[in-house]
């Protein structure tokens, strides 16, 4: 499987961004899709996953402004951003699972700043 991330970039603080994740090869048999991320110096961190039936969980501080999303057709998952904040500058990386196996894809880079 092949994870493509897109949608990263620089927005202010307060502003929005959606990051896509597109996968290719044996999607058909990913259960869990989830996005990371790893901000300078930090150890890389959960922020939200999806079961292919849409249940999700997130980490605690990012539920309420992170939604993430999933297009089980198109094998992509989504995660939509809001009211984000310079903490939020991170690399965020797309994760697929496959009968217990971690794929990743290359990351997207955030950076939240005026």
């Known amino acids: 499987v092949q994870l493509q991330a897109s949608g990263g970039g620089l927005v202010q603080p307060g502003g929005s961004l959606r990051l896509s994740c597109a996968a290719s090869g044996s999607a058909y048999s990913i259960s869990d899709m989830g996005w990371y991320r790893r901000a300078p110096g930090n150890q890389r961190e959960l922020v939200a996953v999806?079961?292919?039936?849409?249940?999700?969980n997130y980490r605690d501080s990012k539920k309420g402004r992170f939604t993430i999303s999933r297009d089980n057709a198109k094998n992509t998952v989504y995660l939509h951003m809001n009211s984000l904040k310079p903490e939020d500058t991170a690399v965020y990386y797309c994760?697929?699972?496959?009968?217990?196996?971690?794929?990743w894809g290359k990351g997207t880079q955030v950076t939240v700043s005026s």
């Open positions: 999806i079961t292919r039936g849409g249940f999700t």
């Open positions: 994760n697929a699972e496959i009968w217990g196996v971690s794929y």
